[in-house]
T-cell receptor
Framework: DGGITQSPKYLFRKEGQNVTLSCEQN?????MYWYRQDPGQGLRLIYY???????QKGDIAEGYSVSREKKESFPLTVTSAQKNPTAFYLC???????????FGPGTRLTVL | KQEVTQIPAALSVPEGENLVLNCSFT??????LQWFRQDPGKGLTSLLL?????REQTSGRLNASLDKSSGRSTLYIAASQPGDSATYLC????????????FGKGITLSVRP
């Protein structure tokens, strides 16, 4: 089955801890994205990568970091510098930066 | 800055109705527009993508139209079913290098049996 997987589905973090969210795709897509979704708000772009070993900040990159060492993987680290990290995090990919974006099932992060 | 608006935020209709979901955007220099469906607690599912040169796209009971000059897109759902209950989001990509999707907040649709 081709698709995008995210793990874990639920994640709990204590204040002051860094956590890493996993995103893997087997669609052979060049571009990958991380979004954050909060209740009552649209999706907001955190980081995106158009090609391996390259990534760009989105609209709300502060307190987050990413890497793109392999085409199929785009992990997101939520650092302790992120003031309000509790949210639903969605990863997406597209064949090229202007093509249809396909989304993973999401990770719900809760800070305790 | 591109802004995308979807009104109303929620809609409830009886089963069988044909319905129209609206999306408006402020910058008409768009590259394409995409409609998504999201079920509670799940990721987004792509429904239709309309290129700026197109007026509409169809998939089954869904039809999406695009009017760039007025900054509007509509998603038409024919013969609605309870299984259509979900949140529908539109997203706009403006023209230009490294252009990103800008999302509306979505319309939560409930189709009553």
């Amino acid at each position: 089955d081709g698709g995008i997987t995210q793990s874990p589905k639920y994640l709990f973090r204590k204040e002051g801890q860094n956590v890493t969210l996993s995103c893997e795709q087997n669609l052979n897509h060049d571009a990958m994205y991380w979004y954050r979704q909060d209740p009552g708000q649209g999706l907001r772009l955190i980081y995106y990568s158009q090609i391996v070993n390259d990534f760009q900040k989105g609209d709300i990159a502060e307190g987050y970091s990413v890497s793109r060492e392999k085409k199929e993987s785009f992990p997101l680290t939520v650092t302790s510098a992120q003031k309000n990290p509790t949210a639903f995090y969605l990863c997406a990919s597209s064949e090229t930066p202007t093509d249809t974006q396909y989304f993973g099932p999401g990770t719900r992060l809760t800070v305790l | 800055k591109q802004e995308v608006t979807q009104i109303p935020a929620a809609l409830s209709v009886p089963e069988g109705e044909n319905l129209v979901l609206n999306c408006s955007f402020t910058d008409s220099a768009i590259y394409n527009l995409q409609w998504f469906r999201q079920d509670p607690g799940k990721g987004l599912t792509s429904l239709l993508l309309i290129q700026s040169s197109q007026r509409e796209q169809t998939s089954g009971r869904l039809n999406a139209s695009l009017d760039k000059s007025s900054g509007r897109s509509t998603l038409y759902i024919a013969a609605s079913q309870p299984g259509d209950s979900a949140t529908y989001l539109c997203a706009v990509r403006i023209t230009g290098a490294n252009s990103k999707l800008t999302f509306g907040k979505g319309i939560t649709l409930s189709v009553r049996p």
